[in-house]
């Protein structure tokens, strides 16, 4: 393989622009180590994370690690002899720092832009009730066909 997908806390989702780019590329995610050390995240949140990953590298070859986020990504890479590292943006500040990391390392990353959340213009809002106001509708209008009904047998079991 000459490409992995690196999936971090903003693209798990077995829809990940990079996962569907390259569906026979190996993915990792990595609990970032200093970063939990700081944010202190829940259990019930970490467990979330966790299973959100397994769901995402479901059905491919993958990795769920912890440690340096940096570090684990280029020896995944390495083990996969990938030269290549795709990767879903994020707007997280620690985010631009990893690639930068990784492309220092010699990595080449390439960034998949995620479809948008909802459509915006103009400056950002003071309240998140003013950003919802204007996005409400488009946030919660369908996008797919959505999951698919029980049949009459699983319904009456």
């Keep these: 393989m000459s490409a992995i997908v690196w999936l971090h806390g903003d693209s798990l989702s077995p829809n990940d622009p990079a996962l569907l780019a390259n569906p026979e590329a190996p993915a990792i995610f990595v609990f970032d180590e200093p970063f939990l050390a700081a944010a202190q995240l829940s259990f019930k949140r970490l467990f979330f994370l966790y299973e959100c990953a397994l769901e995402a590298i479901a059905g491919r070859a993958g990795s769920i690690r912890r440690g340096v986020v940096v570090d ?59 950003f919802w106001r204007r996005v409400a509708a488009e946030a919660l209008r369908p996008t797919g066909p959505g999951p698919a009904l029980p049949s009459e047998q699983e319904v009456e079991s």
């Design 72 to 130: 684990e990504v280029r020896a995944f890479a390495a083990e996969h002899r990938a030269l290549t590292a795709h990767v879903t943006a994020s707007v997280a500040p620690r985010f631009q720092r990893y690639v930068t990391g990784l492309r220092a390392a010699g990595l080449q990353v390439v960034i998949h832009e995620p479809q948008p959340f909802v459509s915006w213009r103009g400056e950002p809002p003071r309240r998140f009730s003013a």
